[in-house]
């Protein structure tokens, strides 16, 4: 509760709450921080931690992602009706009425279904329909590296949820940017790998470098290792850590 009141007690407003929940995200390990902040009343924390999707961090704003989606299958357990609360409004900010872009959003949806059988079971199809052309496609290329990393992360805990994903990666394989190939290639390796055998094993001479969040740390590392590995752990050689701030 401490991260709820000042030191004389008094409850934080919306920006001192962000500002602390900010603090508790930068902690290492992340998992401790994580664990503190779940411990708190999770309605109350939600909306300053999506604030914090706009971070001029790029750590801070991954980890604001995994705090929202693990702070809903928190609240699955307990309240399912306020988790599903949260789910709409991380949904209704990647609707073009909303008036913003949605960063952050579909991390945080995978990161809950991920967490959350019930979730998944309730979001998990709206999540893979994000790459599909013919239903909720989000054609903004940023939200697509998201929807990408959301489905290597559900796949991971709920391969069989994300499994309907399989047949949409190709066009993501073949793309021109590295992060895109990169995150698709894991998506691809965790989801369908003989379906896509031949473009894996093109992929794993691809040097090209990005960025990739693991749930608690920002590497770069570069589509070859995201190609060949199947879990994060693989991913090893030569990674170098980031703590990126935006200029």
């Keep these: 509760m401490e991260a ?15 500002s602390a929940l900010a603090a508790r995200l930068g902690r290492e390990p992340f998992e401790e921080g994580l664990a503190r902040i779940l411990a708190l009343p999770l309605r109350r924390v939600v909306s300053p931690l999506i604030g914090l999707f706009c971070s001029r961090e790029a750590l801070l704003r991954w980890r604001a992602a995994v705090a929202v989606g693990a702070a809903a299958a928190r609240l699955a357990e307990q309240d399912p009706e306020s988790a599903r609360v949260v789910m709409r409004r991380l949904l209704w900010n990647l609707n073009d009425e909303s008036g913003g872009i949605g960063w952050g959003c579909v991390e945080a949806l995978g990161e809950a279904a991920a967490r959350s059988e019930r979730l998944a079971a309730e979001y998990g199809r709206l999540i893979v329909s994000f790459l599909d052309p013919a239903a909720a496609f989000l054609d903004h290329p940023g939200l697509q590296l998201g929807v990408l990393w959301a489905l290597g992360r559900l796949a991971e805990a709920r391969p069989v949820v994300a499994a309907p994903a399989g047949p949409l990666l190709g066009p993501f394989l073949d793309s021109g940017d590295a992060a895109c190939r990169g995150l698709a290639a ?25 960025l990739w969040f693991d749930g608690a740390r ?8 995201m190609a ?17 701030v935006d200029g």
């Design 4 to 18: 709820l009141v000042a030191e004389n007690g008094a409850r934080l407003s919306g920006r001192a709450l962000r």
């Design 186 to 210: 894991r998506a691809a390796r965790r989801i369908d790998p003989e379906g896509h055998a031949r473009r894996l094993a093109e992929l794993a001479s691809d040097e090209s470098r990005l």
């Design 218 to 225: 920002l590497f770069e590392t570069t589509v070859a290792a």
């Design 228 to 244: 060949a590995a199947a879990t994060p752990s693989l991913l090893s050689g030569g990674l170098q850590e980031h703590h990126g």
